[in-house]
């Protein structure tokens, strides 16, 4: 009785079943149809809940979101996120005079948005971004204000969609 296990084994060695179960899944999948896009015209569907690119948000009379709270950037794991804090030009109330993130070391978690408490900064469902020259890494808070109002009907619709898991 106890032989049974290497006899099995050394009949599975020979007979090589390994790469003939590799090979059946192989032929299997040679013959069903392709499934091909094409990239730059199509693109793969993705969630609303899709953590891409990160912007910053503005509120409806175009003041920006951000108190300069520094919570993102304490929750951020990667350090990606510095700010720096001022005061506001019209009412003395605090605000973020410098606002960068470095993609390079964004790791795309989304703590930074759940930490925030005005939602001045979301998660685009922008997936794609290049970076031509050294320092464009670096997104200041003009480009993530400029990301922010480019997309905010997106993002105000993926966020109404998510408000019950938040």
């Known amino acids: 009785m106890k032989m049974w296990p290497y006899i ?11 790469l003939l179960n590799g090979l ?16 730059p015209e199509e693109f793969t569907p993705a969630s609303n809940r ?10 409806d009379n175009k003041d920006e979101r951000c108190i300069a709270c520094r919570l993102c950037e304490a929750a951020c794991p990667a350090c990606a996120i510095t700010i720096e804090a001022g005061p506001r030009r019209s ?26 408490p005005v939602d001045a900064i979301v998660a685009t469902p922008l997936k794609h971004y290049q970076v031509a020259e050294r320092g464009d890494n670096i997104f ?26 938040r």
């Not at 899709?50 to 509120?59: N, T």
């Open 8 to 18: 099995k084994k050394i009949v599975k060695r020979f007979t090589l079943f390994e």
């Open 24 to 39: 059946g899944l192989t032929g299997r999948y040679f013959f069903r149809k392709k499934i091909t896009l094409q990239f």
């Open 50 to 59: 899709f953590r891409g690119v990160l912007a910053l948000r503005r509120y």
């Open 91 to 116: 009412d003395g109330t605090r605000r973020a005079i410098q606002y960068d993130v470095d993609v390079f070391k964004c790791i795309n978690c989304g703590f930074c948005e759940e930490a925030c």
């Open 140 to 165: 200041t808070k003009e480009k993530l204000l400029a990301i922010g109002d480019m997309m905010q009907d997106e993002l105000t619709h993926d966020l109404e969609l998510d408000k019950n898991y």
